[in-house]
């Protein structure tokens, strides 16, 4: 059941690259004005979507547990998780930094992980919503997401600078992990076709 | 086939809209999601090409010159942008220092120097086949250009350091700065729609010509 006045249940088309209409009737399979492949939704969306999801769920796991760098001060290592980095910033006084942090690398990916699982129950099972509101949704996690590179950019700085005799930053295991939940988030979040919402709905 | 189109449809909802035909300064937003569809901008074209040549030359600076200088107990250290990534990659992260290198150096050079290209050969009208996959090129870049997410870490990171040791800032942070501000403003102010239009057209005349 599409609803009437999507275009695609009028016969059109929109190229996902450069946004020109085609009609279905022409059965282009590329576009007359970019060439780009012509798909009426994202191909697989959903499957798509769950797969990079699923997989960033898992790689959330080791990117919370494992130490994200480690100080080496005269010999002793002090590691420090995500939560923990965040902790010692609040504590030293720096409020408004670690509520920076905090919002970067622990709320955003996790209600990002939360907010695309919802999307693609939605979807799947044609929930009734106010899809105007979940597609707003969609666009606030498809805003936010890159933002969570924050704490990657800053190991690579501190790494960088903090590199004396006697007092060393090191790259953790958990770098890797978050660096990749960012990213696969991302990817999910850009495979997710927003309107596949808007086609479930009966009543518009 | 290459009359400009009837329609429009709405990215994010589907609709099938008439076009709107906003004026300079005015919005256009889809009636039924919301989503931003069009805000023309004046001379887009000419604008694109000046800052993205000013991006270009600023992209250097950026990231040759010492961003952030560091002393602490007597010794000495500065950081520029690939000298973080190599210090990641000699750390044995080399995934995490292969996506640091891309969206901070490889991804906004590629951005800009693709608009660079595409508004100059817009500006001087000059067809070229190849114009039509650097805007899509363009188009999917957008999202992993995170110079800004940077400028944040290094105001993070510069906080973080502060109470043990003394930072001092280079002129590579300046022209990093400066080059973040032109990329937004570079970003913001691309209509994609009329540089598709134009592209058509010249693409159009280049056949008729021959």
């Given at each position: 059941m599409r609803a009437k006045s999507n275009a695609l249940s009028q016969?059109?088309?929109?190229?996902?690259?450069?946004?020109?209409?085609?009609?279905?009737?022409?059965?282009?399979?590329?576009?007359?004005?970019?060439?780009?492949h012509l798909h009426a939704r994202h191909p697989h969306s959903l499957q798509r979507s769950t797969a990079l999801l699923l997989s960033s769920?898992?790689?959330?796991?080791?990117?919370?547990?494992?130490?994200?760098?480690?100080?080496?001060?005269?010999?002793?290592?002090?590691?420090?998780?995500?939560?923990?980095?965040i902790v010692e910033l609040i504590d030293s006084g720096m409020i408004p930094i670690g509520m920076l942090v905090l919002v970067a690398s622990i709320l955003v990916p996790s209600s990002k992980l939360i907010g695309i699982s919802l999307l693609l129950l939605c979807a799947h099972f044609r929930w009734q919503v106010n899809a105007r509101r979940w597609t707003t949704m969609y666009r606030i996690i498809a805003f936010v997401g890159r933002w969570s590179m924050l704490d990657i950019f800053m190991i690579s700085i501190l790494?960088?600078?903090?590199?004396?005799?006697?007092v060393q930053i090191i790259a953790g295991p958990a770098a890797t992990a978050f660096a990749a939940v960012v990213i696969l988030t991302m990817f999910a979040a850009e495979h997710f076709d927003p309107r596949l919402l808007w086609d479930n709905q009966q009543n518009l | 086939?290459?009359?400009?189109?009837?329609?429009?449809?709405?990215?994010?909802?589907?609709?099938?809209?008439?076009?709107?035909?906003?004026?300079v300064g005015e919005k256009a937003h889809c009636p039924r999601c919301g989503l931003l569809l069009l805000r023309p901008h004046k001379q887009s074209i000419e604008r694109t090409f000046?800052?993205?040549?000013?991006?270009?030359?600023?992209?250097?600076?950026?990231?040759?010159?010492?961003?952030?200088?560091?002393?602490?107990?007597?010794?000495?250290?500065?950081g520029i942008l690939f000298s973080?990534?190599?210090?990641?990659?000699?750390?044995?992260?080399e995934a995490v220092a292969v996506v640091v290198f891309l969206a901070s150096i490889l991804f906004p050079l590629l951005h800009i120097s693709l608009s660079l290209l595409i508004s100059g050969h817009l500006y001087f009208n000059r067809?070229?086949?190849?114009?039509?996959?650097?805007?899509?090129?363009?188009?999917?870049?957008?999202?992993?250009?995170?110079l800004e997410v940077y400028m944040l870490s290094i105001i993070v990171a510069c906080v973080k350091l502060m109470s043990i040791a003394q930072l001092k800032f280079g002129w590579g942070l300046y022209a990093f700065v400066a080059l973040i501000i032109i990329n937004t403003l570079l970003t913001s102010g691309l209509d994609e729609e009329l540089f598709w239009e134009r592209i058509t057209q010249l693409r159009n005349r280049k056949n008729n010509a021959s």
């Open positions: 016969g059109f088309i929109r190229c996902h690259d450069c946004g020109y209409l085609v009609k279905t009737a022409e059965r282009l399979s590329s576009c007359p004005r970019c060439d780009s769920f898992l790689l959330y796991i080791p990117a919370n547990i494992f130490p994200i760098m480690i100080v080496n001060q005269f010999g002793a290592g002090e590691p420090n998780t995500i939560a923990g980095g790494v960088d600078l903090v590199n004396f005799s006697g | 086939m290459n009359r400009s189109p009837d329609y429009h449809a709405c990215p994010e909802c589907d609709l099938l809209l008439k076009p709107a035909l906003p004026n000046a800052l993205s040549i000013a991006g270009f030359i600023l992209f250097f600076p950026a990231n040759l010159l010492p961003m952030v200088g560091i002393s602490m107990m007597g010794n000495a250290n500065t973080g990534v190599l210090a990641l990659f000699n750390d044995g992260m067809a070229n086949r190849y114009l039509v996959h650097w805007m899509r090129w363009m188009h999917h870049l957008d999202e992993w250009v995170m």
